[in-house]
T-cell receptor, first 116, second 114 residues
């Protein structure tokens, strides 16, 4: 597609429910990132994929958070047993180069998760 | 550890006035610095980036930023604000480690009034 696509755009979950957030990166982009943006804050890094390999998951806040990118394209961020503090916008970004430091990251519109 | 501080969570200017959004960074290695803009209910869009070439970087929509190592700053400016510039602006530093992992500031919301 022309840009990074995320679905759903909005998700309301009851506390304790599991959710799955989807990211379709730009075709051919090797790098894929997930960020969490709390209300009124800047995005915070969650995890990074290079193709299908998850090279950095240092930002995942707990073992309830799990991400995968099994075929090196579409990625899913799963949150188990959601809690109110998980309410945030989850942003996905992709970039073409696997290791270049100067490559622009293209962001999706995000998924706004509200846990009630 | 790398970090970014944006001074002023809200900035308000008149249409046609100078825009100045402040960003200071902390980095133990030569930094890669970015400014992103976020419109309501939209993702982040890259305005400009500094990658150790020219210290004055020009971006889209008339914005520019100057890298000042001595001040550890990367302030964003635009000579004349337009109503369409109203948005949230984020400064970010590229974390060391071989890929483009970004560390963001808390953001500055720019309001432009007639």
């Amino acid at each position: 597609g022309a840009g990074v696509s995320q679905s759903p755009r909005y998700k309301v979950a009851k506390r304790g429910q599991d959710v799955a957030l989807r990211c379709d990166p730009i075709s051919g982009h090797v790098s894929l990132f997930w960020y969490q943006q709390a209300l009124g804050q800047g995005p915070e890094f969650l995890t990074y994929f290079q193709n299908e390999a998850q090279l950095d998951k240092s930002g995942l806040p707990s073992d309830r958070f799990f991400a995968e990118r099994p075929e090196g394209s579409v990625s899913t961020l799963k949150i188990q047993r959601t809690q109110q503090e998980d309410s945030a916008v989850y942003l996905c970004a992709s970039s073409f180069a696997p290791t270049g430091k100067n490559t622009e990251a293209f962001f999706g519109q995000g998924t706004r998760l509200t846990v009630v | 550890a790398q970090s970014v501080t944006q001074l002023g969570s809200h900035v308000s200017v008149s249409e046609g006035a100078l825009v100045l959004l402040r960003c200071n960074y902390s980095s133990s290695v030569p930094p890669y610095l970015f400014w992103y803009v976020q419109y309501p209910n939209q993702g982040l869009q890259l305005l400009l980036k500094y990658t150790s070439a020219a210290t004055l970087v020009k971006g889209i929509n008339g914005f520019e930023a100057e890298f000042k190592k001595s001040e550890t700053s990367f302030h964003l400016t635009k000579p004349s604000a337009h109503m369409s510039d109203a948005a949230e602006y984020f400064c970010a530093v590229g974390a060391s480690g071989g890929y483009n992992k970004l560390i963001f500031g808390a953001g500055t919301r720019l309001a432009v009034h007639p």
